[in-house]
């Protein structure tokens, strides 16, 4: 029993990573300058961060513990985190089109929603796939819900020795945070699935709407950059 416990906490993720890449997406989201949501963007951050001091009081290092109430109040905090950033999105595309803002300033504004969106969704994918990241880390494989993604790892069993000992099938291999991250980052770069493969028609059309975002934002940006230097 004290090896299966000490396999376990082994295994549990730590919850630092991820404290980390909220605690920057949160600083950009109130740190963007545009007055007209100011007032929306302190009270979403002020009712984020009080969502989540329970999930820190349960598991404030390694997450160990998960009960019905605190799995649904994660998924709604990180929901939460995405839609918040998506005003900001929907009013950095005005500003863009409109033209009417300061272009040096409407590009970083562009900046730091992109980054933020970038986290916001990488924190939904973390928390959704396969029951999250408490179950994926305590339970065995037979217990974890459906998975949400396929990860390289995850098919990777038959390779050659060098590969085949870091994949699911020979190290109980499980995707963390730094995983998540970089499906959404690659989502938004590419708009469409690089590392991890979407499984489920729920995770398709999560991924669909960060793409289109990541398109619109990007395609916008460059034609404000070429109008500021043609100006």
């Not at 998924?75 to 033209?99: C, D, H, K, M, Y």
């Not at 493969?197 to 709407?209: A, D, E, F, H, Y």
Request: glycine letters at 6%; hydrophobic letters at 50%.
């Amino acid at each position: 029993m004290a090896d299966d416990r000490d396999a376990q906490e082994r295994r549990s993720e730590t919850r630092w990573p991820a404290f980390a890449g909220l605690v920057v997406a949160l600083v950009l989201y109130i740190l963007v300058p545009n007055p007209d949501t100011a007032v929306l963007r302190q009270v979403a951050t002020v009712i984020l961060i009080l969502m989540f001091l329970p999930l820190l009081v349960e598991n404030p290092h390694r997450l160990t513990r998960q009960s019905e109430w605190s799995r649904w109040l994660s998924i709604t905090f990180t929901v939460a985190l995405v839609v918040a950033n998506q005003v900001n999105v929907a009013f950095v595309i005005r500003s863009l089109i409109e033209g009417s803002a300061n272009g040096a300033q409407i590009l970083l504004t562009a900046l730091q929603v992109w980054i933020t969106n970038v986290i916001a969704f990488g924190l939904l994918y973390w928390d959704i796939d396969r029951g999250g990241p408490v179950a994926r880390g305590n339970l065995t494989r037979s217990e974890l819900r459906t998975a949400d993604f396929k990860f390289p790892q995850d098919e990777s069993g038959d390779d050659v020795d060098e590969i085949s000992r870091i994949s699911s099938s020979r190290s109980d291999w499980r995707p963390g945070f730094v995983d998540y991250l970089y499906v959404s980052l690659t989502n938004m770069m590419a708009f469409s699935p690089t590392d991890a493969m979407p499984m489920r028609s729920r995770t398709k059309l999560i991924m669909g709407v960060q793409g289109v975002t990541g398109f619109v934002l990007l395609a916008l940006v460059i034609s404000r950059a070429v109008n500021i230097l043609g100006g």
